[in-house]
């Protein structure tokens, strides 16, 4: 069983361009999440699909922040008009609810530098 | 007050000691409890979950709940140089997680 899978790695972009991001999930998980790492913290939430519904979005994500899961399979998330503070790992995690738990598994992210 | 906190550090534990990382959260309503290592550079990996009170061992870790407390801890047994890394204490009510500021861990030879 393939791990999450997240292109590109690293991005690097200039102030005001527009970056979208790939995340592949386990197989068969149903549910996806991404969150926003900076240094020295701890990632945040930013939003989560069950199947291809996104049912849930922080108040973080601003309306420059769009996330999809057209198929329920792959997700994209795209920055538009990028900022320097939108310099971070964004990192994408997926789970499948099991009982009491609902273990989440992270990709290994993709490190955006906005210039 | 943040929601999960956790010692930043850094904790500096000798090798083969016990490492003893602790994690207080705010909200009552969260029902599951997660450690996660991350290496520098790397993304979040899952060690121990843990969701009744009382204690889950795994190997050379222990995962502690006491939810009338709202405390959680990761012991780390016979710990290895390998082992120096973050370690993120994180909540689940609903969905999401919410994560501490990490603490760093460094085991010394």
């Known amino acids: 069983d393939t791990g999450v899978s997240q292109n590109p790695r690293h991005k690097i972009t200039k102030r005001g361009q527009n970056v979208t991001f790939r995340c592949d999930p386990i197989?068969?998980?149903?549910?996806l999440y991404w969150y926003r790492q900076t240094l020295g913290q701890g990632p945040e939430f930013l939003t989560y699909?069950?199947?291809?519904?996104?049912?849930?979005k922080s108040r973080l994500l601003s309306d420059r922040f769009s996330a999809e899961r057209p198929k329920g399979s792959f997700s994209t998330l795209e920055i538009q008009r990028t900022e320097q503070g939108d310099s971070a790992m964004y990192l994408c995690?997926?789970?499948?609810?099991?009982?009491?738990?609902?273990?989440?598994?992270f990709g290994p992210g993709t490190r955006l530098t906005v210039t | 007050q943040k929601e999960v906190e956790q010692n930043s550090g850094p904790l500096s534990v000798p090798e083969g000691a016990i490492a003893s990382l602790n994690c207080t959260y705010s909200?009552?309503?969260?029902?599951?409890f997660f450690w996660y290592r991350q290496y520098s550079g790397k993304s979040p990996e899952l060690i121990m979950s843990?969701?009744?009170?009382g204690d889950k061992e795994d190997g050379r870790f222990t995962a502690q709940l006491n939810k009338a407390s709202q405390y959680v801890s990761l012991l780390i047994r016979d710990s290895q140089p390998s082992d120096s890394a973050t370690y993120l204490c994180a909540s689940q009510g609903a969905q999401k997680l919410v994560f501490g500021q990490g603490t760093r861990l460094t085991i010394n030879p």
């Open positions: 909200d009552r309503g969260s029902q599951s």
């Open positions: 699909f069950q199947n291809e519904a996104q049912l849930e």
């Open positions: 995690a997926s789970s499948s609810p099991s009982g009491t738990g609902n273990e989440q598994y």
């Open positions: 843990i969701y009744s009170n």
């Open positions: 197989s068969e998980h149903n549910r």
